[in-house]
C-alpha cells in the first residue's frame, strides 16, 4: 500500500537524452510536488501543482517539464540531460498546500538520476 | 540572511545524551513549523509539526523563539536509531516550500 510511488528508482543514462520519472500517489491529495536533492543534499523545490494546476516553477531550467494528468499523477520530463541533473528526485504529496492547513507532506522514495 | 538556516552538523553524541539544535528562518509570518527526518539514503519523513510555541513527543520536544526566529529541537535518551539528518521547514510566510539544509546527527554507542 505504497503512498507515494516513483518510477524509476534508479536511472542511468547518457547526456543528451530524454528521460521521463514517474510519480503516483493513492492518498487523494490536492497538492504534488517535485524536488532535487543534490550531492549536498540540500532539497530543493523545483515544482508543485495543485489540483492539476501548476502553482510553483522555481528557476528550473526549461528542459525540465513537469505534467500533471490528474490530481494522482506528477511527472516530470526531462530534455537534453546534462551532468549536473545528476541528483535525487523525490516526488511528494500534501492535502494542502503550504500554509492552508493539511500541508504535511508524504514523499516517495526518491529516483536516482545519473547522468553520464 | 538565508531563508531557513541550520548547523549541517555533523552532531557527533554518545547514546543516552541530549542534543539539541536550531533552525533559524527569516520570513517573520512564519506560523507553523516541522521537522522531518530524512535517513541515509531514503526519503524525508515527518517527524514533528509544531503550530504554538512548542511541542513535545516522547523524547522529542521542539520549542519557538518568535523573537529571535529560530526553532529547536531537543533529542532526549539518543538512541542509535535517531542517527538521520532533520529538515526544517517554516510555513505560513510563503506557499513555497523551502526546507533547510538539514542537521546530521550521528549516535554512537
Known amino acids: 500500500d505504497t503512498a507515494v510511488s516513483q518510477t524509476p528508482k534508479y536511472l542511468v543514462t547518457q547526456m543528451g537524452n530524454d528521460k521521463s520519472i514517474k510519480c503516483e500517489q493513492n492518498?487523494?491529495?490536492?497538492?504534488m510536488y517535485w524536488y532535487k536533492q543534490d550531492s549536498k543534499k540540500f532539497l530543493k523545490i523545483m515544482f508543485s501543482?495543485?489540483?492539476?494546476?501548476?502553482?510553483i516553477n522555481e528557476t528550473v531550467p526549461n528542459r525540465f517539464s513537469p505534467k500533471s494528468p490528474d490530481k494522482a499523477h506528477l511527472n516530470l520530463h526531462i530534455n537534453s540531460l546534462e551532468l549536473g541533473d545528476s541528483a535525487v528526485y523525490f516526488c511528494?504529496?500534501?492535502?494542502?498546500?503550504?500554509?492552508?492547513?493539511?500541508?504535511?507532506?508524504?514523499f516517495g522514495p526518491g529516483t536516482r538520476l545519473l547522468v553520464l | 540572511r538565508k531563508e531557513v538556516e541550520q548547523d549541517p552538523g555533523p552532531f557527533n553524541v554518545p547514546e543516552g545524551a541530549t542534543v539539541a539544535f536550531n533552525c533559524t528562518y527569516s520570513?517573520?509570518?512564519?506560523?507553523?513549523f516541522f521537522w522531518y527526518r530524512q535517513d541515509c539514503r531514503k526519503e524525508p519523513k515527518l517527524l514533528m509539526s509544531?503550530?504554538?510555541s512548542g511541542n513535545e513527543d516522547g523524547r522529542f520536544t521542539a520549542q519557538l523563539n518568535r523573537a529571535s526566529q529560530y526553532i529547536s529541537l531537543l533529542i532526549r535518551d539518543s538512541k542509535l536509531s535517531d542517527s538521520a539528518t532533520y529538515l526544517c521547514l517554516p510555513s505560513g510566510g510563503s506557499y513555497i516550500p523551502t526546507f533547510g539544509r538539514g542537521t546530521s546527527l550521528i549516535v554512537h554507542p
Open positions: 492518498l487523494g491529495h490536492d497538492t
Open positions: 509544531v503550530y504554538s
Open positions: 511528494a504529496s500534501s492535502q494542502d498546500r503550504l500554509g492552508a492547513g493539511r500541508e504535511t507532506q508524504y
Open positions: 501543482y495543485n489540483n492539476k494546476e501548476l502553482i
Open positions: 520570513n517573520s509570518a512564519s506560523q507553523s
